[in-house]
């Protein structure tokens, strides 16, 4: 028996893809992922054994030890190989028998080497006679088939790594390459080693995309000091990441959060980082091999149809976005209506967004947009909207292939702002009705929110990773969602981009002189979005954050603002955070009263000082505050900023 051990699932699935194309009379094969092993296996039949280690021997060091010691007292060859393409020194050292040749097969990869791999073993070292092929080189990176392309129809590339190549894995990009070209778009699928090197980007330039769906990791590391995403900016396209969980759709579907903390941080998080569109899971890992014929269950990618079809619909949404003409397109501007009555019509925080939204208008006008009229100014524009409050119907001024609504209330009854912020109350009929109308009556190409926050990311679904039964993504469907987003909460802004694909656009925070009064009201809110990251990542580290958030909740006497006298229990907090998250949403809508930012237009004079002031007030990185810098000595707050001045 040649027993085949690796933590590398892809590999396990193409060893169960060969078994049927071996020789009769073959040594039987078995297999194991090392990961799911405490101890080394028993050898009871093996006559030699190859262990593939991504990670190295630091993979599976304690029981590795321990097989490496049973297969010397039995006198069975022992082959052991890293993962990466160069041999690992460490591994090739600890085998008992030559490694060079059977490696260069393991790094080749692919079903006619692995194949080959097994008859090298059973003919060099068992002596079978059988016959094997040298390993033949796949390329590094390539245009997975050929699939009929019509120069009237968008592109859109799907990138995936070229392990799924070598181990025959590839239904998942199969299915969402089927669902792009049913959409209406061709479908190009590129397989690579890393979006990191040269080669595969060289490709996706040369294929003249109209978006990118990439599976792949992000183009940075958690751990590096630099951060290059511009091989994927110089492609000049939308980048939309798709998820291909690691978990099987059935825990998926049962979880309140949606995806793994692992699928959160590799697949969602870190590439957010490149600026990438962050859609769905489409693809869950399942077992497809009850284990019958390797002796461990072998699993693959297996694809959700309904998942499948948002991944593609928003990517051609995207791609067609470039083979419209500007006069063609239409756009549906939506301001936010919090609590919903009339004084507070597109409110937003920190954001004018009546003066915004006249300035957008003009410059959609500049930009070739079919807008048949402006209003005067934002008065004249809110009054317009003001006078079409309606809520059998939707809230709204058409300005040709632009219209300007309000967004419907997401429910009603006595206390607006508990609806507002419910994680549990579904929309109402209108609500929904209005974004369908938008897109499948009006013909919007896409939606731009104007200004944090409207209601829709905080609908009732899961945290991260939505499914077809999550109000977000019942209610936006495959609109592109264009978000401006004030650029100092980036934890509201993180629900927008995972729970409703939004393209943030930050813009700047007001002009604004000193506010030490609300340091801790600003603690509080890193507070809540370290929460957040930790729910989905790390939840045994709830209880910590929880008693910080309740440390500083006393600290600031907000406690008694929320008529608390005690800490809640973990069942209530999740409830006291969602009510702590509404009452800071008033204050900080207090404190901007003063002054809001217009969307592209740059402080000047005084209100530029202020606002240079109000962000060097605290380090930024290795740089200290300019009130230390200005004078040592100033303890005083008001005499170091006139100093400054």
């Known amino acids: 028996m040649i027993l085949?051990?690796?933590?590398?699932?892809?590999?396990?699935?193409?060893?169960?893809?060969?078994?049927?194309?071996?020789?009769?009379?073959?040594?039987?094969?078995?297999?194991?992922?090392?990961?799911?092993?405490?101890?080394?296996?028993?050898?009871?039949?093996?006559?030699?054994?190859?262990?593939?280690?991504?990670?190295?021997?630091?993979?599976?060091?304690?029981?590795?030890?321990?097989?490496?010691?049973?297969?010397?007292?039995?006198?069975?060859?022992?082959?052991?190989?890293?993962?990466?393409?160069?041999?690992?020194?460490?591994?090739?050292?600890?085998?008992?028998?030559?490694?060079?040749?059977?490696?260069?097969?393991?790094?080749?990869?692919?079903?006619?080497?692995?194949?080959?791999?097994?008859?090298?073993?059973?003919?060099?070292?068992?002596?079978?006679?059988?016959?094997?092929?040298?390993?033949?080189?796949?390329?590094?990176?390539?245009?997975?088939?050929?699939?009929?392309?019509?120069?009237?129809?968008?592109?859109?590339?799907?990138?995936?790594?070229?392990?799924?190549?070598?181990?025959?894995?590839?239904?998942?990009?199969?299915?969402?390459?089927?669902?792009?070209?049913?959409?209406?778009?061709?479908?190009?699928?590129?397989?690579?080693?890393?979006?990191?090197?040269?080669?595969?980007?060289?490709?996706?330039?040369?294929?003249?995309?109209?978006?990118?769906?990439?599976?792949?990791?992000?183009?940075?590391?958690?751990?590096?000091?630099?951060?290059?995403?511009?091989?994927?900016?110089?492609?000049?396209?939308?980048?939309?990441?798709?998820?291909?969980?690691?978990?099987?759709?059935?825990?998926?579907?049962?979880?309140?959060?949606?995806?793994?903390?692992?699928?959160?941080?590799?697949?969602?998080?870190?590439?957010?980082?490149?600026?990438?569109?962050?859609?769905?899971?489409?693809?869950?890992?399942?077992?497809?091999?009850?284990?019958?014929?390797?002796?461990?269950?072998?699993?693959?990618?297996?694809?959700?149809?309904?998942?499948?079809?948002?991944?593609?619909?928003?990517?051609?949404?995207?791609?067609?976005?470039?083979?419209?003409?500007?006069?063609?397109?239409?756009?549906?501007?939506?301001?936010?209506?919090?609590?919903?009555?009339?004084?507070?019509?597109?409110?937003?925080?920190?954001?004018?967004?009546?003066?915004?939204?006249?300035?957008?208008?003009?410059?959609?006008?500049?930009?070739?947009?079919k807008v048949e009229r402006i209003p005067a100014d934002g008065d004249a524009l809110m009054h317009e909207l003001a006078d079409h409050l309606d809520p059998s119907r939707p809230t709204v001024v058409d300005l040709g292939h632009v219209l300007v609504a309000i967004q419907p209330p997401r429910g009603f009854g006595d206390n607006p702002i508990a609806v507002y912020h419910s994680p549990d109350l579904p929309p109402v009929e209108q609500y929904v009705g209005f974004y369908r109308w938008l897109e499948e009556e009006w013909g919007a190409h896409a939606v731009v929110h104007a200004g944090k926050h409207g209601t829709l990311e905080w609908l009732p679904g899961k945290g991260v990773g939505l499914s077809g039964e999550c109000w977000p993504d019942v209610v936006l469907g495959d609109l592109p969602l264009v978000y401006p987003f004030v650029v100092n909460d980036p934890g509201e802004g993180t629900q927008a981009k995972r729970r409703a694909h939004a393209v943030i656009v930050d813009h700047l925070l007001p002009p604004m002189t000193r506010a030490d009064s609300y340091d801790d009201v600003a603690k509080l809110e890193g507070l809540l979005d370290e929460h957040a990251q930790v729910a989905s990542l790390d939840p045994a580290k709830l209880p910590a954050i929880r008693a910080q958030v309740w440390d500083l909740l006393v600290q600031a006497d907000l406690h008694r603002d929320l008529g608390l006298s005690d800490m809640p229990g973990a069942d209530e907090f999740d409830d006291l955070i969602l009510h702590v998250d509404g009452y800071l949403c008033e204050l900080k809508d207090a404190q901007i009263r003063g002054g809001l930012h217009t969307l592209g237009r740059p402080p000047e004079g005084e209100a530029l000082v202020d606002l240079v002031l109000a962000m060097t007030r605290l380090p930024l990185g290795d740089v200290p505050p300019l009130r230390r810098e200005t004078d040592g000595s100033l303890h005083d707050t008001d005499e170091a900023e006139a100093e400054a001045r």
């Not at 239409?330 to 409110?347: D, F, I, M, W």
């Open 4 to 369: 085949v051990l690796t933590n590398a699932d892809t590999e396990l699935l193409a060893l169960r893809t060969v078994l049927e194309g071996l020789p009769e009379g073959f040594p039987a094969v078995r297999a194991a992922n090392p990961a799911a092993l405490a101890e080394p296996p028993a050898l009871d039949g093996v006559s030699v054994v190859l262990v593939r280690l991504l990670g190295g021997r630091r993979a599976w060091e304690g029981p590795f030890d321990g097989l490496r010691e049973a297969c010397l007292r039995l006198g069975v060859p022992l082959l052991a190989f890293g993962g990466e393409a160069a041999p690992d020194a460490e591994l090739a050292a600890l085998s008992t028998a030559p490694t060079a040749q059977a490696f260069a097969y393991w790094r080749a990869g692919g079903l006619h080497n692995i194949e080959h791999l097994l008859r090298f073993v059973a003919d060099t070292l068992l002596l079978g006679g059988f016959g094997f092929d040298p390993p033949v080189e796949v390329p590094a990176f390539g245009v997975l088939g050929h699939r009929p392309h019509d120069s009237k129809r968008p592109t859109v590339g799907v990138v995936f790594y070229r392990a799924h190549v070598l181990s025959g894995n590839t239904q998942f990009v199969d299915d969402l390459c089927d669902a792009i070209e049913a959409k209406g778009a061709n479908a190009v699928a590129v397989y690579c080693y890393s979006l990191r090197e040269d080669g595969p980007l060289g490709l996706l330039e040369r294929l003249r995309l109209d978006c990118l769906v990439t599976t792949v990791l992000a183009m940075g590391s958690a751990d590096g000091d630099q951060w290059d995403a511009s091989g994927l900016a110089a492609l000049d396209v939308p980048v939309v990441q798709a998820v291909a969980a690691t978990q099987p759709a059935e825990a998926w579907r049962a979880s309140a959060n949606g995806l793994a903390p692992i699928d959160v941080a590799m697949a969602v998080a870190i590439p957010e980082f490149d600026g990438r569109i962050v859609t769905v899971p489409f693809s869950f890992k399942e077992v497809v091999d009850d284990g019958d014929a390797l002796g461990t269950p072998v699993t693959a990618y297996r694809t959700v149809p309904d998942r499948v079809a948002r991944v593609a619909g928003v990517a051609v949404s995207l791609a067609r976005l470039r083979h419209v003409e500007p006069a063609d397109k239409r756009v549906a501007v939506v301001l936010s209506a919090y609590p919903t009555k009339q004084s507070r019509l597109g409110n937003a925080v920190a954001l004018d967004t009546p003066a915004s939204t006249i300035d957008l208008l003009h410059a959609l006008a500049d930009h070739g947009y």
